[in-house]
């Protein structure tokens, strides 16, 4: 069951299947993903926003998980935003990486409260995917 793959990870997890997805992307699951599956999507003006709950403030890691490709983006947006803080926004290779091994994406202070990640086209050439993104409690 796709629910208790994810638990099993620990942390936070939000999946794409949670995701709200704006613009026009498109449902996979031909390549390696977590959950049901994946979406993917090109060109300008495309959105998937993950928003997850934090319970206790603190320093976490966060992780993207997707399958590389050649036809991927090396250059996905990815804006964190994070309740009282300035946006973050990271420019990912999903060219590359493991469903297995997740990219650490780096460690953020977060406070307790809702938080969005938001996985954006613009600007990026190539398929953009969208699977997971983890929090874990980071040292």
């Known amino acids: 069951d796709d629910a208790k793959e994810l638990a099993k990870l620990g942390g936070i997890v939000v ?10 992307w498109t449902q996979g699951e031909s390549l390696g993903h977590l959950g049901g599956g994946y979406h993917y999507a090109s060109g300008a003006g495309n959105r998937a926003t993950f928003t997850f709950e934090v319970k ?43 469903i297995d091994k997740p990219a650490s994406l780096g460690k953020f202070q977060f406070a307790a409260g809702t938080h ?16 997971a993104f983890q929090l874990i409690l980071a040292d």
């Open 15 to 24: 999946d794409d299947s949670q995701a709200k997805l704006e613009g026009k």
């Open 56 to 98: 206790d403030a603190g320093k976490y890691e966060l992780r993207g998980y997707w399958q590389g490709h050649e036809n991927r983006s090396a250059n996905a947006a990815l804006t964190i935003n994070r309740a009282g803080e300035k946006p973050v926004t990271l420019r990912l290779n999903q060219k590359v990486g493991e």
């Open 116 to 131: 969005t990640l938001v996985l954006s086209t613009d600007g990026a050439k190539g398929n953009v995917h969208a699977d």
